[in-house]
């Protein structure tokens, strides 16, 4: 599939980096066009403006702050009609609602997707062929179809999916977070620290 990455951070790197082995054709949109060439280069995969990565993308990931959401109605139409997967977390607590539901009231002609807000970017930037477990990943949004397509995307580069429902429901992700980084980084599980559902009977 055709992946646009906004984004060059933590989140993107490692996202780009398994998308790439798994298959994909990446490209990463930066606010500098330099900045996405450049971390193309490192993980074999093509970058842009903001704009490029969003025109090149049949699904699109958002690997940046929460508030800096807001304003990409206005300065990315093309994500009009696209499938967003939307990593954020509120951690300044500016939203009312979920994160989600908050990003799709700011991008009410996307479909947008919740995934990866409490998976450590060390688990996205580890060697995914190394990883001697399958994580379970956590999405939810209102649009079933681009769950789907965000579900193909995300089984891909090694993770199970589960949909834990509507964008509302993406309240329970973002109190997710707080608990594996107190987990990860209080308790000592470190940042390969990740959840797995499992059905006992
Ligand atoms: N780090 C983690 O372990 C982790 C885990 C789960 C979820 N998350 C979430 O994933 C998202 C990305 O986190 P990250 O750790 O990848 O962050 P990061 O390393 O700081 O990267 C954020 C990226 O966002 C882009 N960006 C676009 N608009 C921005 C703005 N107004 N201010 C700052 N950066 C802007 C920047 O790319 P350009 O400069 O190229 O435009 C930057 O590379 C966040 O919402 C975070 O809460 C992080």
Redo the contacts with the bound molecule.
Sequence with gaps: MRIGI?????????LAGRLVKAGHQVM?????AS??QE?ARRYGAQGGT?AEAVEFGDVIF????????QGLRQSLPGLRGKVVV??????MGQSKQSTTAQIQSWLPDSKVVKA?????????AHDMAKDVERPSAFIAGNDGGAKKSAAQVIESIGFDVVDVGSADDAIHLDHL?KFVVHLGTEKGYG?SAAFKLIKVY
């Design positions: 906004i984004g060059t951070g933590n989140i993107a790197t490692g990463f949109g930066s606010r500098s900045k996405a971390a903001q958002l690997a940046i702050p929460f508030t800096s959401v939307e990593t954020t977390n509120d951690w990866f807000n409490y998976t450590f970017a060390q688990i996205l977070v940042t």
